[in-house]
């Protein structure tokens, strides 16, 4: 199975969940430049988010469920303060999730489960490790056997080192 059709059979979307108390998160901005930047920001309880996708082999994408129009201002606030010189060029954030955020933030699901979220990654990390190894080279060097000339003569060049 390619990775496309890997990542389609996951169905992220069906993991939606919100926060149970404010929660400090962690998020990239984008901008209409050759630049991302990041940041982090408390994200107030009561907010929900959905899963959307594969971010890195550690994390999930998410996304607010609804407008956010308060959460949205502030961090355009705080990022034109970071970025001043590309705040004109503010083109949008991108929340996620990771292991330990799934483990320690206090969630509440409407649908699906942390224990799905955490299959999820789970899954992504062992396909992410099975198409690197298919696509590594595979190591043509001879073994090198334990009583080998090489070790013997290693082993002799020692015992003179230590002796002097």
Same mark, same amino acid.
């Given at each position: 199975?390619?990775?496309?059709?890997?990542?389609?059979?996951? %169905? &992220?979307? /069906?993991?939606?969940?919100? +926060?149970?108390?404010?929660?400090?998160?962690?998020?990239?901005?984008?901008? @209409?430049?050759?630049?991302?930047?990041?940041?982090?920001?408390?994200?107030?309880?009561?907010?929900?988010?959905?899963?959307?996708?594969?971010?890195?082999?550690?994390?999930?994408?998410?996304?607010?469920?609804?407008?956010?129009?308060?959460?949205?201002?502030?961090?355009?606030?705080?990022?034109?303060? %970071? &970025?001043? /010189?590309?705040?004109?060029? +503010?083109?949008?954030?991108?929340?996620?999730?990771?292991?330990?955020?799934? @483990?320690?933030?206090?969630?509440?699901?409407?649908?699906?489960?942390?224990?799905?979220?955490?299959?999820?990654?789970?899954?992504?990390?062992?396909?992410?490790?099975?198409?690197?190894?298919?696509?590594?080279?595979?190591?043509?060097?001879?073994?090198?056997?334990?009583?080998?000339?090489?070790?013997?003569?290693?082993?002799?060049?020692?015992?003179?080192?230590?002796?002097?």
């Amino acid at each position: 199975m390619d990775s496309k059709e890997f990542f389609a059979t996951l %169905h &992220y979307e /069906e993991n939606v969940f919100e +926060l149970v108390e404010d929660t400090k998160m962690e998020f990239l901005v984008y901008f @209409r430049a050759p630049f991302t930047g990041a940041g982090e920001i408390v994200v107030p309880a009561g907010t929900k988010f959905v899963a959307r996708g594969r971010m890195r082999d550690d994390a999930i994408y998410i996304h607010p469920v609804g407008p956010e129009k308060e959460l949205l201002e502030r961090m355009n606030k705080q990022e034109a303060a %970071h &970025y001043p /010189e590309l705040a004109n060029k +503010l083109n949008g954030y991108s929340f996620f999730i990771t292991e330990d955020n799934l @483990r320690t933030w206090k969630l509440k699901y409407h649908s699906g489960s942390s224990e799905r979220l955490l299959e999820i990654l789970r899954l992504i990390i062992k396909h992410h490790n099975n198409r690197h190894r298919e696509t590594q080279p595979v190591d043509t060097q001879p073994v090198q056997e334990p009583n080998s000339v090489f070790n013997r003569i290693l082993g002799k060049l020692k015992r003179f080192i230590c002796r002097k």
